[in-house]
C-alpha cells in the first residue's frame, strides 16, 4: 500500500502555512474524533511554532462518546485547547470560539488588528482533508454573518469572518496533506475519507481496518446491520456478509467483493456502523 501522497504538495502547503501563520494569533485545526492522532497534521506543530492551537474533536456525532471524553482529557493534560464539535448542526462551535479567544489571549498576543474602536484575535482553520474545515468555516460564518475584507487593492486574497467581537477567522481552509509514517494510520486515514480513493485499495483497508473497529470494541454496528456475530474475525467474512445483504452479485452467482468493500467504507465514514472510535490515546504514566 502507499504511504504518503503528495510530497510536493505538502512542502508547498506548508511554507503557504508558516506565511499565514504570520497573520494569526491562533490556529485552529480541525481533526477527526474518531481518529484524532491518526487525522492531525504531524507537521502542524513545528510550523505554528508558538501560535497557540486549538484542536476540534469534529464530528463527534460519530465517534464513541467514552472515546472521545478520553483524548479531551489526554489533549488537556498536555496543555492543548481541545473542544468537540458537529459542524453539520453547530454543536461546539461557539465554545471553539472561546477557547481560541482565551488561547489567544492567554498567550499574550497583542490583541490583534484594529477594527474601529475594537480589537480582534485572527485566527485561521487548518487540517488535512475531509476533517470538516469547509462545514466548521461555514457554521462560523452563518452565526457571525459579517465579512471583512483586507484592504481593498492591497490584499484581496484574504477575507476574514466575523467570529465574535473578539475573534476573526480566515474564509479560507488551510489544507495540510499529512505525511504518513505507519500501516495503521494509512488504514484510519484511508478508512475516515481523507486519502484519494484512487491511492488505495478499498478491500485491503477494509480488511485491515476491522482490527482497530473490533479492539475498540466497535463490532455491534457491523454485526446488527450486516448480520456478522461479532467475533468472527475473518476479515473476508465480513465483506461476503456485506455483498449478501446488499445482494452484490456478479453473474454466475458470485459476490461482488471490491464493491461491497466500497459500501462498507461508506457505511462506516457516515456512521451507519454505529459511533465508532478508531483510537484511544496513548495512557501516560
Ligand atoms: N456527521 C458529521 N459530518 C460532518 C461533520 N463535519 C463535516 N461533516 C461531513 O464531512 C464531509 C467533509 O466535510 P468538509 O467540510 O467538506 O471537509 P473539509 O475538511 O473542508 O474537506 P476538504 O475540503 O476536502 O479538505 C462532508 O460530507 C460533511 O458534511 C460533523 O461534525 N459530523
Ligand atoms: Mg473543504
Not at 492551537?53 to 482529557?73: C, I, Q, Y
Not at 453539520?88 to 477557547?99: E, K, L, Y
Request: glycine content about 10%; proline content about 6%; charged content about 25%.
Amino acid at each position: 500500500m502507499a504511504q504518503s501522497w503528495y510530497p510536493g504538495h505538502m512542502a508547498k502547503a506548508t511554507t503557504e502555512l508558516a506565511a499565514s501563520l504570520k497573520l494569526i494569533d491562533v490556529v485552529i485545526e480541525v481533526v477527526d474524533s474518531r481518529a484524532p492522532a491518526a487525522t492531525s497534521n504531524p507537521t502542524l506543530a513545528a510550523v505554528a511554532g508558538r501560535v497557540p492551537r486549538v484542536v476540534v474533536l469534529n464530528k463527534v456525532d460519530l465517534a464513541d462518546p467514552k472515546t472521545t471524553d478520553a483524548w479531551k482529557s489526554s489533549l488537556r493534560r498536555l496543555g492543548c485547547a481541545a473542544v468537540t464539535a458537529n459542524s453539520q448542526t453547530g454543536a461546539g462551535i461557539a465554545a471553539v470560539i472561546d477557547a481560541a479567544v482565551e488561547s489567544a489571549r492567554r498567550s499574550g498576543r497583542g490583541g490583534g488588528v484594529s477594527r474601529g474602536a475594537r480589537r480582534r484575535f485572527r485566527s485561521a482553520v487548518v487540517g488535512i482533508p475531509n476533517v470538516g474545515k469547509s462545514s466548521f468555516i461555514n457554521r462560523v460564518s452563518r452565526r457571525g454573518g459579517a465579512k471583512v475584507g483586507d484592504k481593498p487593492g492591497v490584499t484581496r486574497a484574504n477575507q476574514w469572518i466575523v467570529a465574535s467581537p473578539e475573534l476573526e477567522l480566515l474564509d479560507t481552509p488551510g489544507i495540510m496533506p499529512t505525511r504518513v509514517d505507519e500501516p495503521l494510520t494509512w488504514t484510519l486515514l484511508c478508512a475516515l475519507g481523507c486519502v484519494d480513493d484512487n491511492l488505495f485499495d478499498a478491500e485491503e483497508v477494509c480488511r485491515a481496518v476491522l482490527a482497530p473497529i473490533t479492539a475498540m470494541g466497535g463490532r455491534g454496528g457491523i454485526a446488527t446491520r450486516y448480520g456478522v456475530p461479532e467475533d468472527v474475525e475473518d476479515p473476508l467474512t465480513v465483506i461476503e456478509a456485506v455483498a449478501q445483504t446488499r445482494g452484490f452479485i456478479l453473474p454466475g452467482g458470485t459476490l461482488d467483493i471490491p464493491r461491497a468493500a466500497d459500501a462498507f467504507l461508506r457505511d462506516l465514514r457516515a456512521g451507519r456502523l454505529g459511533r465508532i472510535s478508531l483510537e484511544r490515546p496513548v495512557r501516560e504514566g
